[in-house]
């Protein structure tokens, strides 16, 4: 079994097809950026790009995975410096205990690209609107519980990363 | 940059583990690789009440399992001062969802499995779950908190309130809430020879060493507890929970390191929860607004295990004058999961009925409910509310409910006051001069995303006189000296002034090490004070489905000295924004039948999702109270919780004119009014 | 989670032995695998198969293939602008995250979000044939008003599927036994005393595609739904309505109603009562009467009742103005 992580492929030997793609980055490739927090979809904290996409880790099954490109938060950035994602929450104090923070961040670098597609969202009126206003930024992030309440200071950070 | 004149302290200094909290290389408590790791899950009770007469496995799913533990093969565990650490030592079935079995396997999936297929034996046994006021069982504890009585009072409250010009006699009920961190409790355990190695998620590393150790018949420095990063807590992480033992337990008996991380369906019954309270509240005043009489009596659950009382009462003892004042709170034990700490204990439910019934009170006096508070506020609460309502906009309020409708909506607005106590607690802290490289401060301290580890370097720069990069701070490890819990917002206090000494003590010895130990001061220090606040909310319910959105949230605090306010804003306005939780979503539902909280996972369990959280902000007053500690700080990590839920429910009421007096203010509630 | 073999399917004949199940975005299979409440002994990955297209079809109208992801189907233009209830449904449902992972036709297959349901150690019918459903005196704040049985009060959770039934979307599906297409209402089945059975679907049958009508109604369409947060929950109740009024009188109409029955409702008798009546907020009063005087509430879920009925007259009254 193959997995291409960060740009590195990966060769998984003996891997149970139980194991979640969430798993196989934590416990076998000690990728541990990506978090565990309910296990079941239900709060994003193990958000990873797949193929681009920001999907929940969690809930993927790795042995379904053979040909696609994961990325996670450590495969952000590039060389040595932050991606303007992570940057922005650093400068506007995006995370308190930080548990939620790679998927929050993979979380918005996938949402940007769907924002530049034009993708709307359930807040999205019409085509004209600006789809990165506070809004719709809560909305599309709303995949991604923060406990801590850091919320607020999430939005500018993310508004900033897409160069608004 | 070496600039020795400003203070660090007081700077909008950046977290100091941000970069690696961003990058994702920022370790928690399940993430150090350990060679030949075993994985460890918990059998939990099915039923509320019982005996479990054996534990049967299933040899199909037993590939890659190590042992399954339970009472019939687990090791002997010394008695602690809390029972649920006596795991598995017993027949005894308290609550559903305790651990009555942990598998250990070599893989998280094997492990998983054969925890599910474990055949339990059990003899089930009649159980109540049920809190009502009238429980036959309800009695008086004997504290509620070490130290705090139970029943205060002062004056004649039955003659002020039966000769009063108003009243108002109401009923706050508030649900089960579970804190819920992102990171559940985790656990890796190792033995390196006879000495215990936890990696744990948790408030207080010090302290669960020391529990450990007495779990396990060893002295504290023989159990080493790393917790250099805890994603979150809020209370429940603030003493050992059970899977710190079963992990430690699992590892001895297997040879192996094991990992042990809850699920989360499983931190609704083990780790701790905030409990349901009902509370009768009544208030005398003048028909001018001047307080009288209150009576404010609640009624609350614990677990056959153990007595933790949630004490409503106790905000009402310090939060007005009134002349004749009477609290009182009942407690019942039920075969349900023990209640713990959870951010504002006491408080955060206590200022939801006093400061609701308050704001009936203003209703029935046609007084503007700021202008009520205000006549029995001392001045730091005075500044917040009067510095509040300017900042929000709150002067010119139409006080009469259901009076602004903008399409679908009824909008409206509510205030309420917040309070928290000024806590300290023994710390000691060591600073080593290391030449060239700068000084090292350690202090088996815990930064759960409160912001403690940059507090502190700040805190230190400035004593030491010397650019906060030359601080090196080490914390989150019970090898340090020796820090008390993350909890009580009391860890700037306490630890800050430990760093303070020891700092002080360095320079003034010209040593190259120093301790400070604050056992001596912190016994000296006024007991009384407390930090205030004020809360004003704007908020928006749906004529056609009853959704209320908090369109605004803010909060003016006084909380002495702010050493950072970049984190002490995030602070408040993630108090706030649970408070927002508290208000409008949170519920642990509890089937009466089978004994569960049937919604225990983060779907059905809403906690406020980015959605939810619109325009909010906090400002404080920045008035050092240079008579409580070096720092002239106060805490501030649950002040935000205090008061806010009150502040939207109260708000509710005046967007439709229907008063909520049961907890969550949800659609199903107000639909029937709109 | 129980161990499986895993293949991934090749071609729509394969079939499914028994304990086989089809695995496609995994947003709920996975799920309830890892809950121990599903526990196939196969799962047969079809997300490789031909499936991931929306085109269109030849006589007009819309396939979706059964694979196509619930976000890629959301921003279709073709639906965003032709059906704009459906687009506005998927976009209501789950997090961004989930809906680049859910599908088609696994988001029609979702099984209940019961809490008894969700915990296999629980007494469910549904999970547990026999084994009783606490719900009806337990909690059931959220679950069945319309089509509920004694043995099971589960609500169908999607959203889509709301708009599906509103939409006369029909399902092509593929099996041992060759194709056949059924309308998307008979689809889910009402619970009686098998709840256990959720659809009309027999075992090794797939769904390959969901068929949208010609429908110029659609054009004019919304979706509505109430929850317990501003996102990322489950509805408490749905209305997926598309309304085409002739000088000031409903010439047509669609509506469905969701978390409020084992499956979307399509509210026939409700349509039936509006067409040829005035397009005012009392005539979809009366209308949302008239479908919900079969309801039979519990003691914690009749405020549903007044949910459905206020968001049949807003969304209706909103469709009636709205021009966009």
């Keep these: 079994m193959r997995l291409t992580v960060n740009g590195a492929q990966h060769h998984l030997v003996g891997l149970d097809p139980r194991t979640t793609l969430l798993d196989v980055l934590r416990e076998r490739l000690h990728l541990t950026g990506a978090k565990k927090g309910c296990d079941h979809g239900q709060c994003g904290a193990c958000t990873v790009l797949l193929d681009g996409r920001r999907v929940n880790s969690c809930l993927i099954l790795a042995i379904t995975q053979p040909d696609a490109r994961v990325t996670t938060v450590e495969g952000l950035g590039h060389r040595g410096e932050p991606h303007p994602v992570q940057q922005g929450f650093l400068e506007h104090d995006g995370f308190q205990c930080g548990y939620c923070t790679p998927g929050q961040i993979c979380s918005a670098v996938g949402m940007l690209d769907e924002v530049a597609q034009g993708w709307p969202s359930a807040v999205t009126e019409s085509d004209s609107e600006d789809l990165l206003a506070d809004a719709e930024i809560r909305e599309r992030m709303s995949g991604n519980l923060c406990r801590c309440g850091a919320y607020p200071n999430m939005v500018p950070a993310i508004r900033e990363a897409a160069g608004r | 940059m070496t600039n020795t004149l400003s203070r660090a302290v007081g700077s909008p200094l950046a977290r100091l583990e941000g970069p690696a909290k961003v990058s994702g290389a920022a370790r928690y408590a399940a993430e150090y690789p350990q060679d030949q790791m075993a994985y460890a899950w918990i059998v939990p009770s099915p039923v509320p009440r019982g005996r479990l007469d054996a534990v049967l496995t299933d040899p199909a799913e037993e590939d890659d399992v190590l042992v399954v533990l339970w009472h019939g093969n687990a090791p002997h565990l010394e008695k602690s001062d809390d029972p649920e650490l006596a795991v598995l030592q017993s027949d005894r079935i308290a609550y559903r969802g305790q651990p009555v079995a942990l598998v250990v396997a070599r893989t998280l999936e094997g492990a998983r ?430 004529a056609v489905t009853g959704e209320v959105r908090v369109s605004r949230l803010f909060g003016m605090y006084d909380t002495g000295r702010i050493l950072n306010p970049r984190t002490a804003r995030s602070q408040f306005i993630g108090g706030m924004v649970m408070g927002i939780g508290m208000a409008l979503h949170e519920e642990s539902v509890l089937d009466p039948a089978l004994g569960a909280w049937v919604n225990h996972d983060l779907a059905e369990y809403h906690i406020p999702a980015h959605a939810d959280v619109e325009q909010i902000d906090a400002e404080w007053l920045d008035e050092p109270a240079a008579d409580l500690n070096p720092m002239g700080a106060k805490g501030i990590g649950e002040i935000g919780i205090v008061g806010s839920p009150a502040a939207i429910v109260n708000a509710v009421w005046h967007a439709t004119g229907v008063r909520i007096r049961d907890l969550p203010v949800r659609l199903d509630k107000l639909l029937p009014s709109l | 989670m129980k161990t499986f073999e895993y293949r991934t399917a090749t071609g729509l004949a394969d079939g499914l032995e028994p304990g086989a199940v089809f695995l496609a975005g995994g947003t709920n299979l996975v799920d309830l695998m890892k809950l121990g409440v599903a526990t196939p002994d196969v799962l047969v990955d079809v997300t490789r198969l031909p499936l991931d297209q929306v085109t269109e079809l030849p006589g007009g109208g819309v396939r979706i293939g059964s694979a196509v992801r619930n976000s890629d189907l959301a921003a279709d233009r073709r639906i965003r602008t032709g059906y704009p209830v459906l687009s506005q449904a998927l976009l209501a449902g789950a997090s961004g995250q989930l809906r680049n992972m859910a599908t088609t036709g696994g988001n029609l297959l979702q099984r209940t979000r019961c809490r008894y349901f969700m915990d296999a150690t629980m007494p469910c019918n549904k999970h547990l044939p026999g084994s009783g459903c606490p719900a009806r005196e337990g909690d059931h704040r959220n679950l069945a008003v319309l089509g509920g049985s004694d043995a099971c009060i589960a609500t169908h959770p999607s959203d889509m599927a709301v708009a599906l039934a509103a939409l006369d979307a029909v399902v092509q599906i593929d099996g041992p036994a060759g194709s056949r297409s059924i309308p998307v209402t008979d689809l889910h089945r009402l619970p009686g005393d098998t709840p256990e059975r959720d659809t009309a679907l027999e075992h090794g049958e797939l769904i390959t595609a969901v068929d949208l009508p010609v429908l110029p109604v659609a054009a004019r369409s919304a979706y509505r739904k109430a929850r317990d947060r501003a996102s990322y929950a489950f509805a408490v109740g749905a209305v997926a309505a598309a309304l085409e009024v002739k000088d000031g009188l409903v010439h047509d109409v669609r509506l469905a109603f969701g978390a409020v029955a084992p499956k979307p409702w399509r509210a026939l008798a409700a349509e039936q009562a509006l067409r040829g009546q005035p397009a005012t907020r009392e005539s979809f009063l009366a209308a949302a009467d008239a479908e919900l005087a079969a309801a039979q509430p519990l003691r914690d879920n009749a405020y549903k009742v007044t949910l459905i009925r206020n968001l049949t007259a807003a969304t209706l009254s909103a469709l009636t103005g709205d021009v966009r």
Aim: some cysteine.
């Design chain 2, 113 to 542: 499995r054969a925890a599910q297929v474990v055949q339990l034996d059990i003899t089930a046994e009649d159980h109540d779950v049920e809190l009502r006021a009238d429980h036959p069982d309800l009695h008086t504890p004997d504290e509620v908190v070490p130290g705090v009585p139970a029943d205060t009072a002062t004056g004649d409250v039955d003659a002020a309130l039966a000769t009063a010009p108003a009243t108002v006699d109401v009923t706050y009920s508030t649900p089960a809430l579970h804190n819920n961190p992102m990171e559940p409790h985790a656990t890796i355990a190792r033995w390196d020879g006879e000495d215990l190695v936890l990696y744990d998620s948790n408030q207080h590393p010090s302290g669960i060493a020391k529990t450990l150790g007495t779990v396990f018949g060893l002295p504290a420095e023989r159990v080493h507890v790393i917790a250099e990063h805890i994603g979150g807590g809020f209370g429940s992480k603030g003493s050992a929970r059970p899977n710190a033992v079963l992990a430690a337990m699992g590892s001895w008996v297997t040879g192996r390191p094991v990992q042990l991380a809850l699920p989360r369906q499983a931190m609704f019954s083990m780790v701790g929860h905030r409990a349901p309270t009902v509370q009768r509240i009544r208030i005398g005043a003048s028909l001018d607004g001047e307080l009288t009489a209150i009576d404010h009596e609640s009624w609350t659950q614990t677990s056959r295990l153990f007595e933790f009382v949630e004490s409503p009462g106790v905000v009402t003892r310090s939060m007005y004058p009134v002349p004749n004042l009477r609290t009182s709170h009942r407690v019942v034990p039920l075969d349900v999961p023990t209640p713990r700490w959870m951010r504002g204990p006491g408080e955060a439910p206590g200022m939801v009925a006093l400061e609701c019934a308050l704001d009936e009170l203003a209703i029935r006096l046609d007084l503007d409910p700021v202008e009520l508070r205000a006549r029995s506020a001392n001045p730091g609460y005075l500044s917040c509310l009067r510095r509040g309502a300017e900042r929000f906009g709150w002067s010119g309020r139409d006080n009469r409910p259901r009076q602004r409708r903008e399409g679908d909506w009824w909008i409206g607005t509510g205030m309420a006051g917040a309070t928290y106590p000024a806590n300290a607690m023994p710390s000691t802290a060591r600073v080593r001069a290391l030449g060239h490289d700068g000084y090292e401060v350690a202090i088996g301290a815990a930064d759960l995303g409160t912001g403690a580890r940059t507090i502190l370097a700040q805190i230190a720069a400035d004593e030491l006189g010397v650019p906060v990069d030359d601080v090196h701070i080490r914390i989150g490890d019970s090898t340090l000296p020796v820090a008390s819990v993350a909890g009580g917002s009391s860890g700037s206090a306490s630890w800050g002034w430990a760093v303070t000494g020891a700092c002080r003590a360095l320079r003034e010895s010209g040593d190259d090490e120093a301790t400070f130990d604050t056992t001596e001061l912190v016994g000296k220090m006024p007991t009384d004070r407390h930090a205030y606040g004020a809360h004003f909310a704007e908020v928006r319910v749906d």
